[in-house]
């Protein structure tokens, strides 16, 4: 059974804090280092007693059985041809939790050609809170990950599994185009789309200057996730720009039909439409 | 002080057997008729003690010092124009729960013709509820209560908002355009792009043929209304096309904008159009 002893943590904002505090949870005597640019995010896990100790990135890479990347995507990539360059230790697992998996899979090429085990990973978390400050042992509870394998084995995935098995994770495995697919389906499309529909609805009740009432609970739902970090993204949106826009296209699609069918007081046609949307999700529902 | 001593209510689905539980704890010796198509629905609220007696529409109308009608829209104005034949009590109140307002208020104006006092009402409920057995005293605590008034006097309007008070309703009064502006923009197209992005994402994951995980907050939150009636659904989209189609062609324009920034990579009007979003949701979370 392989041990991952000591974990080297890159990266420790809402996932990467997140992330030290499952393994600190499954495994205590496993050792945690980290390093982040923010020097207070490192100190108050230390201060907790989460992280053991803050190391740059050479030193805590070389030490580490396992290296979690948790930066921004393209911190990701940066440190993928970073480690390439490094003596690591023989049999790490080297793993991320970035949002895209086919332009982090081709970074990791130079390191798994080297030989080093590279598994690439993605937990679905909640996209407005950002910061350790908001990590939470249960911020993944139920939650999905992705793991996208490169060229890990089996019994390495499954020693990185068993550490995160305080997260209550459901795991799913998928190529790299089916997770960037899925995810800019199932996230990038909703979060533009609300975007959006914030930046039409909010200005225009503001003109009527009168007194809108209590937001509805459609209204709420429909664009919370409008709360997300402009920060992050708009590097998202950048980075992903062509699968993003082959969703928007798609969206564009449904929202003409219903348009169309609406403007020529088809009926029928509306009514098939919002019957086969009002099945779909509750059947989404079932899956919670 | 006026007081409103028999209520005669048209249509006992989710909003009026709600408005007959309200009244009848405000005023328990307020005698409470009604009507529905649907028999079983009276039966169930007469078993339950909120509704006195069932009654035909015409029997029920003419015993009444304050009649509601909660019937679809369409339903609503077909019974304006009965009420306009009819003798009823001398300083009745007529009043409604329709979702929209422009229409009505004209559907009304034969009845105030006549000098039988009109207010128009809306009560912003969850929408993908309905029926009778949804009926709960409490259903729109904290919810917005549109009044958009025709010709009925101040006293009469304070004595109507007396028998609401168990409901914990935020009343707003509007013109009747007003109304239908912000619910149109509010409301309807909410709906309408949470139906058009199910039937976008969900068809296209299923065609992945992959374990897609537990669907995300974000996904179920952008989606969520879209549980909503179809039959419902379908005549408010069909009765409110024009206002409908204005809100959606401002939407395509907040889409398009984003779309543009995204394709040509100009990060800081993306930026900016994100911040804007966020700024503007965080402000209306405050109003709850």
Redesign the interface.
């Known amino acids: 059974m392989i041990k991952l002893k000591s974990v080297f943590i890159n990266g420790l904002g809402l996932i990467g804090a997140t992330m030290a505090r499952i393994i600190k949870a499954a495994s205590p005597t496993t050792t945690i280092t980290a390093f982040d640019s923010k020097q207070e995010n490192v100190t108050t896990m230390v201060a907790a007693g989460v992280v053991d100790q803050t190391v740059d990135f050479a030193t805590g890479a070389s030490q580490a059985d396992l290296i979690i990347l948790a930066t921004p995507v393209s911190g990701i990539c940066e440190s993928l041809h970073q480690l390439a360059q490094l003596d690591l230790k023989p049999g790490v697992l080297v793993t991320d939790v970035g949002s895209s998996k086919e332009t982090i899979l081709r970074a990791a090429e130079p390191l798994m050609d080297r030989g080093v085990q590279f598994l690439g990973g993605h937990p ?1 978390a ?2 407005h809170l950002t910061g350790s400050q908001n990590s939470r042992l249960d911020l993944l509870a ?3 990950f ?1 793991l996208v394998n490169g060229n890990a084995s089996p019994t390495t995935i499954k020693a990185y599994q068993a550490l995160l098995v305080p997260a209550q994770l ?1 795991f ?1 495995a ?1 190529t790299a185009e ?1 997770h960037d ?2 995810v800019s ?3 990038h ?17 503001d003109d ?1 200057a ?22 992050m ?2 590097a998202i ?2 980075s992903e ?1 062509a699968d ?2 082959a ?2 296209d ?6 003409t ?3 169309t069918a ?2 020529v ?1 088809d ?1 029928e046609s ?2 098939d ?6 099945t ?6 079932d ?2």
């Open positions: 679905m909640g996209s139920n939650h999905s992705f459901h799913s998928l089916q697919q899925l389906a199932t996230s499309l909703p979060h533009m789309v609300a975007f959006a529909l914030t930046n039409t609805i909010i200005p225009e009740v009527m009168i007194d809108p009432g209590i937001p509805s609970g459609g209204l709420l739902d429909t664009t919370r996730i409008a709360k997300a970090d402009p920060d993204w708009t949106f950048t720009r993003l826009l969703q928007i798609q969206f564009q699609k449904q929202l039909r219903l348009r609406i403007s007081d009926q509306i009514h439409q919002l019957q086969a949307a009002n779909a999700r509750r059947r989404l529902e899956k919670r």
